[in-house]
Each structure stands twice: as C-alpha cells, then as structure tokens.
C-alpha cells in the first residue's frame, strides 16, 4: 500500500500560506468593538443612492419624451394611411349624390351602384386606418368626430334604401349628402389638432380648404345637373346653390397663394381648362334663371357634356386633395420622426451623464471593489484549478504541493469572508485526503486478493498439467480439461482485479506469439469454447510484452459474444490487414445491444473509469472495464457495433501497427478449434508470476 502524506491540520496560518515552517498558527484576530461601516452601508451610500436617483430621473424623462414622440409618430402614420381611401370615399360620396339626385329627377343614373359600393369600401379602410387614432388621441372632439365619422355606413344605407323606393325628395337626398360631407371636413379640420408643429397644422389646414373648395364646386354642380334635367329648385336649394357657386371660386383662388409651385401649377391648370369654363358658364346661366332673368339658349349644355365636364374637373380636384393630404402627411411624419430622435438624443444625454456620475462613485469606491474582485478571483482560481489539482495529487498518494495557499484579506467582512473560505477549503482538504486513504486501502486489499486468487489458479494448472500427462481415460481426461478451463477463467478473473487496480497481470512471453496462438489461447480461456469459429486470421506476431494484454482483451469479448448468444451459436473470429494496423473482428448471433446502451458501453471503452469507482459500482459486468484499460494502455480501439447479417453484436478491435512485429500475410481460412485442441496451446500458458 502506498504512503500517503501525512497532512497537517488546516487553518488560514498553515504551512501552505507560505509561513516558515517552524512558526505557529496564529489565533483569527477578534473584530474590534467598535462600530465599523459594513460594505453593505458603504455601496449604498457611494453608489447606489445617487446613481439610481439620476438614472431613475433619465429614464423617467426619456420615457415621456420617447412615448410622447412615438404617439405622435402614431397618429401622423394613421393620417397618412387613411388620406387615400378618405380620397376615394369624398369623390365617391359626391357622385354618388350626383347620380342619386339624377335618379329622383328622372335623368340617366349610371354608375350609381358601382358609386355606392366604392364608397362603402372605402368607408370600411378609413374606419379600420383610423381606429387606432380614435383611442390614441388625448382629445375628446378628435375622438368625437372620427367617431362619427366610422358610423356613417349605416346611414348611408338607410338613405340608398328610401332613394331606391321613391320615399325621398330632391330637397332631403342632397342635404342629407352634404351633411355627411361636411362631416368628412369638420372631423378633417379635427385631426389638425394633433400636428406636431405650426407647419404641419398649416399644411393640414390647406388640405381642408382645398376638400370644402372641391365640396363647393360638387354641390353646386349636383345642383346644377338636377335643374338641367328640368327640375325647379326649391328656396333652400336655390340659396344652397348661389352660396357653393361663388364660394368656390374664391376658395380655389385663394389656395393658389398657399400652395406649393407644382401644387399651384396643377389647380391653375385645372381652373383654365375648358371642362371649368364649361361649368361656370352653365352654372353662370342657372344663376341668373333662379335671380329671375331670361336665359335665351335652356339648357345651356348637353348633359353628356355636362357630365364628362363634371367628371373630368371632379377627379382632377380629388386628386389634387389626395397629393397635398398625402404630402402633408408625410411631412408631419419626417416631424415626428425628427421629435423623437431628439427625445432619444435628450435621454442618452441624460443617461450619459448619470453613468458619467455612476463611475465617479465607482471609482470613488475602487478600493472595496479591488479587494472584492480579488477575492473573487482567488476564490475561482482555487475552485476551479488549485483544489482539484491538489485533490488529484491527493488520489495518488502525491503532496498538495503550492496548488493550495491561504486566502489573505484583511480583518474586515471581506477579510473574514476569506478566513471563512480557508476553513471551507481545509475540510475538503482534510476529506480528500481520508477519501484517498479509504481509495488506496481499498485498492490494496482487492489486489492482495486478486493477487492471492491468481497464484492459487496458477499452481492448478500446472497440477492439471501434470495430471493430464499421466491419464489416459477419454472420461477422465475430460473432466481433466473442463477443470483446465474452469482454473484458467478462475485466473482471467484474477487478473481482472489486478488489471482494474493499475497493475501488470504478471503473465510474459519471451518473444513474439503468433496471432493465431493468440486468438487460441484467448479461446481457451472462455466457457463455451466449442461455439467459436475461427476465419481468416493473418500470419502475424504480437510483441511479446503486449500478448497478454491481447489475449485478455480477446477473451473477454469471445467470453461475452457466447455467454449472451442463443445456446449452440457460434461465434466467428476474423482477422484483416488495414492501413492502421490489425483488425479483429469478434461476431456473435444474439438480440444484440440496445441503441443507448451499446453507445454508453462504447464510451466506457474509450475511457475507462477509475478502480474505486467500479469497486462502488451496482453494474457487474466489468469485462468491458477490463478491456477499456488494456485498450487504453496499449492505444488499441475496441468498439461495439450491430451486425448487419445476424442482429447480433460486432465486437471491432483495432491493433495498431506498434502492437505488430512481423509484416502482415493475409493466410486462408482457419476452422474452428477441436475442444482438446484449444486446450493444449503450449504457446499461450506461460510460466505463473
């Protein structure tokens, strides 16, 4: 049994904290009456109270800027959303007044469905654009008006209903259409409560002016249209008309100064065009019917070229609206855009200068965070590094060495945390070390035994050998050989102990064996020797300090291939020459290993675990740790795999070339071995230890 180290009691004063030898531990130093600031009290009054304060106040206020902007950001992308279908409904509504008053006078109403259901689409997109902004908006008359404004579908179909029974007149049909227009305008003229900025209400303020200009310029013309088709206006009508025929034409004017070159370009164009003219003209003539004068030529017009006029000016004006919506709306988005950018840039400013005060208390404080940072750092390099190393130097009966050293911090809450550490770590020292004594005690009694076993199995078969020579009865002489066979396992499984504590078996050769001696003698060595078939094995030598080690691995696994195997099966052994050595191939005809377990079975033969663990072991099937350690300790490959022919196990071993001492010949094949045969390889029993 080896000696392990003796190893002093531990405490932060010990010998590993780098003390002479000869001093004594020193007594922990007992804290001081007097009151001292914790490092709890010190953090909070250096960083903590003014750092949260100022980060606190930053974020509060970048919050409300960023949550500000973002609304209004919001309801700008809303407006813009909604500005081309709110487009298509105004033009919509207004022809759809046209053909309807054409309908209830008596003249062509065409187009009349397909009016109706473009403004019910396009009710139906504003309603959903606009939503968002209803519940957004702080304002209760922006909330009111669009409202209302999503309400008007139904309204639209009650009248549609009445137009298309004959149970309304003239009179009701066109204020009940230009309610609902205004209605467009007054929640339009709403909305510019939420514009960003002075400029972005003057541009949404010229989108209403242009919508009544246009409003004007249809009402007057749907009127016009109805006494061309030979209808007199009543009074309200009349008003109604002489009103919207001259307000348009100063409110068009007057938006030719406000409005941008390109925008003033296209309304001066659409006012010179001769679809304008046409209009004022038949317009100009029903003013002066209604003011009681003589029109000489009634109708003025034809009313395919009134409509075509009307049309042509109408989508003009519409679209004019439209593109100065949608330009306005755009612009107040880039505002919003810029707004919020600026409320990120006074947040990061203010967040910037709370940081700014966050490292001057740190650096305030860089004195308590050093000695926490080495703390820390010390702490891990031990636990990760210094005590697992000296532990293992511990398992090998080795000193600790200077992996371990005292952790040295001074007398206050740090300091004793370190103090505390120390104690932690001379325990698991100290239980280390028991544990490595309890390892080594351990391994030493099992080796005795192995060792006892494997010299008790050794003197048999050399009695066994010497009875063999002088019996000569077939009966006897076969119980001579089952004995043989059962001594020669009882010494396999002896050198299993010795090979799993860390120690030579004790078998040797002289010089090289043969291959085929060795896959003889690891035959032998296994109960059911008879099932195993024997092919192509090539003529080669294994060096004489490694065939033991072969012939164990071999027996093993020709031992599992017939013990798990359907009775009577037989096992097949084939050799063949690779690029990287030897390959032996051990085949047997069972159910086979499951996935997960024959996975688990391989990594134990790359890496074999440690005696002790195996020794604590519930699993007791140790023939693949066996063969684990001697595959690691000679660098051959041993992997389990499934048999594609038989669904049994392939047992792969692959024998490098530095395990080889002759050229490789590939020889024929070679038949199963005769029971007495296998029994009588001189070549594979070497002298006891």
């Known amino acids: ?126 309603s959903k654009v606009v939503g968002p902004l209803v519940t957004g908006s702080d304002s209760s008359s922006v909330q009111n008006q669009l409202g209302s404004l999503t309400g008007r579908a139904e309204q639209l179909q009650d009248l549609r209903a009445a137009i298309d029974a004959n149970q309304i007149d003239i009179p009701t049909v066109y204020l009940t259409y230009s309610h609902i227009l205004a209605g467009f305008g007054a929640s339009l003229r709403t909305v510019t409560q939420e514009a960003p900025d002075a400029r972005s209400t003057h541009d949404q303020l010229t989108s209403v002016d242009l919508f009544y200009g246009a409003e004007s310029l249809w009402g007057s013309a749907a009127l016009t249209e109805v006494a061309l088709l030979g209808q007199d206006l009543p009074a309200p009508l009349a008003e109604d008309f002489r009103v919207r025929s001259g307000a348009y034409h100063a409110q068009l004017a007057a938006l030719a100064d406000v409005l941008g070159d390109q925008e003033r370009a296209e309304l001066e164009t659409i006012m010179n065009s001769s679809s304008y003219a046409l209009i004022d003209t038949a317009e100009s003539a029903l003013g002066r019917r209604l003011a009681g004068g003589k029109v000489a030529d009634w109708p003025p017009v034809g009313l395919d070229e009134w409509r075509a006029a009307v049309d042509q000016v109408g989508q003009e004006l519409a679209a004019l609206y439209a593109e100065h919506a949608q330009a306005a709306a755009d612009r107040s988005s880039t505002t919003v855009h810029h707004q919020e950018v600026r409320a990120w840039v006074v947040g990061a400013v203010l967040l910037a200068i709370g940081l700014i005060v966050v490292l001057v208390a740190v650096r305030l404080s860089g004195q308590v965070a050093r000695r926490l940072r080495r703390l820390r750092d010390d702490t891990r390099q031990l636990s990760s590094t210094g005590l697992p190393e000296a532990m293992e130097r511990l398992r090998h009966g080795q000193e600790p060495g200077a992996a371990i050293s005292a952790l040295e911090l001074g007398d206050d809450e740090i300091g004793e945390v370190a103090a505390a550490f120390n104690e932690a770590q001379g325990m698991a020292m100290r239980a280390a070390t028991d544990e490595a004594r309890s390892r080594a005690g351990t391994r030493e009694v099992f080796l005795n035994i192995a060792r006892r076993t494997q010299g008790i199995a050794y003197q048999q078969l050399k009695v066994l050998d010497e009875a063999q020579e002088h019996v000569e009865d077939p009966t006897h002489l076969r119980l001579l050989f089952q004995l043989d066979s059962l001594a020669t396992r009882a010494r396999r499984h002896a050198e299993n102990l010795v090979i799993l504590g860390g120690k030579q078996p004790g078998r040797r050769w002289s010089r090289p064996v043969p291959l085929i001696d060795v896959v003889r003698g690891a035959t032998s060595e296994t109960a059911n020797y008879e099932q195993v078939l024997v092919r192509r094995i090539p003529e080669v030598s294994i060096a004489a300090d490694k065939a033991a080690d072969v012939i164990h691995i071999l027996a093993e696994l020709i031992d599992n291939a017939t013990s798990f195997g359907p009775p009577r099966a037989t096992v097949e052994v084939r050799g063949e020459i690779v690029g990287r050595g030897l390959v032996l191939e051990v085949e047997d005809r069972g159910l086979g290993i499951p996935a997960d377990q024959r996975v688990e079975f391989n990594r134990q033969l790359r890496d074999a675990p440690d005696f002790a663990d195996l020794a604590l072991s519930a699993d007791t099937r140790l023939g693949l740790f066996v063969v684990g350690r001697l595959a690691t300790r000679h660098e051959i490959r041993v992997t389990l795999r499934e048999s594609g022919a038989y669904g049994g196990t392939v047992a792969v071993v692959l024998l490098p070339l530095a395990v080889l001492v002759e050229p490789p010949v590939l020889s024929g094949e070679i038949p199963a071995l005769d029971p007495l045969e296998a029994l009588s390889v001189p070549a594979v029993r070497p002298p006891g230890p």
Do not use: C, F
Request: proline share 9%; net charge positive; hydrophobic share 40%.
């Open 1 to 126: 049994m080896p000696r392990l180290p003796h190893l002093p009691h531990w405490s932060p004063r010990s010998p590993w904290s780098r003390r002479s030898e000869g001093s004594q531990p020193t007594q922990p130093t007992q804290p001081s009456k007097r009151r001292r600031p914790t490092i709890r009290r010190q953090l909070l009054i250096i960083v903590l109270v003014p750092s949260i304060s100022l980060i606190a106040i930053a974020m509060a206020a970048t919050g409300y800027l960023a949550v500000n902007a973002r609304r209004h950001s919001s309801l700008q992308r809303t407006v813009a959303e909604a500005s081309t279908p709110a487009a298509a409904a105004i033009l919509g509504l207004q022809e759809e007044r046209r053909l309807s008053l054409a309908r209830l006078a008596g003249g062509y109403d065409g187009g009349l469905d397909r009016s109706r259901q473009q403004v019910l689409t396009a009710l139906d997109q504003v």
